[in-house]
Nanobody, 120 residues
Framework: QVQLVESGGGLVQPGGSLRLSCAAS????????MAWYRQAPGKQRELVAE??????TNYADSVKGRFTISGDDKNTVYLQMNSLKPEDTAVYYC???????????????WGQGTQVTVSS
């Protein structure tokens, strides 16, 4: 089973920046998408940002223009978060979907989550 290890979370003041990273325990040969989700206490998990294998990106309206998702050839996904707001406070989870071409199936891998707290 693939394990995703997240890092970069922490406490930051409003208007500050954080960069999250998530590394897979093994090489994923065919990545369909990489994404970041977040979940605040008492709320449903929501998609924050995703990037496809062809480089297309999609962002939640609440973070558009402030967050940037990217990936590299080492099976690592990043989330650059700028102009952070208190409402960005949540546990952030990375997600990688592996495509098995022959069976045309997708498998989801999830990180354990990293806490991001935005407070003055």
């Amino acid at each position: 089973q693939v394990q995703l290890v997240e890092s970069g979370g922490g406490l930051v003041q409003p208007g500050g920046s954080l960069r999250l990273s998530c590394a897979a325990s093994r090489r994923i040969f065919s990545i369909n998408t990489m994404a970041w989700y977040r979940q605040a206490p008492g709320k449903q998990r929501e998609l924050v940002a995703e990037i496809t294998n062809v480089g297309s990106t999609n962002y939640a309206d609440s973070v558009k223009g402030r967050f940037t998702i990217s990936g590299d050839d080492k099976n690592t996904v990043y989330l650059q978060m700028n102009s952070l707001k208190p409402e960005d406070t949540a546990v952030y989870y990375c997600n990688i979907r592996e495509l098995f071409v022959m069976s045309r199936s997708l498998v989801n891998y999830w990180g354990q989550g990293t806490q991001v707290t935005v407070s003055s």
